[in-house]
């Protein structure tokens, strides 16, 4: 059984707020949300972090920021602006090794981030 929270959320072992689904692609809602709006977009594929996109994940990312846009819309967010996340790396403050990008949005934010 794998060890992977995400991994989980997408069998539906693990229960999330799920926004949006398809093959491919699932978004939920963060469990310590930071923002009014703050999602997480994956690939069902368990892929570890940036480092280990390749050329070949090109679809698969342009399917996840196509997910980004539609989300973006339906919540609000898009005429305003909002910020993606991708955290890569333990100093890059990555904690689950599945990889994700946040959809923050909703308030004005700050930069840089700590
Ligand atoms: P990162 O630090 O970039 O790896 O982001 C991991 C994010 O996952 C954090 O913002 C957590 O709040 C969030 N998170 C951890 N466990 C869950 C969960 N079970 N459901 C939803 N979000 C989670």
């Not at 919540?75 to 890569?88: E, P, S």
């Amino acid at each position: 059984m794998t060890e992977c929270i995400f991994c989980k959320i997408v069998e539906g072992s693990l229960p999330a707020e799920k926004v949006y689904e398809d093959e491919d692609v699932l978004a939920f809602r963060d469990l310590h949300a930071q923002a009014p709006v703050h999602l997480l977009v994956i690939p069902k594929k368990h892929i570890p972090s940036v480092r280990d996109i390749g050329e070949e994940e090109g679809p698969l990312l342009g399917r996840i920021f196509s997910v980004i846009n539609r989300l973006a819309d339906e919540l609000g967010v898009a005429d305003k602006g909002f910020r993606i996340v991708n955290n890569c790396g333990d100093e890059g403050g990555q904690t689950v090794y599945h990889i994700h990008f946040h959809l923050l949005g909703g308030r004005s934010l700050s930069w840089p981030p700590g």
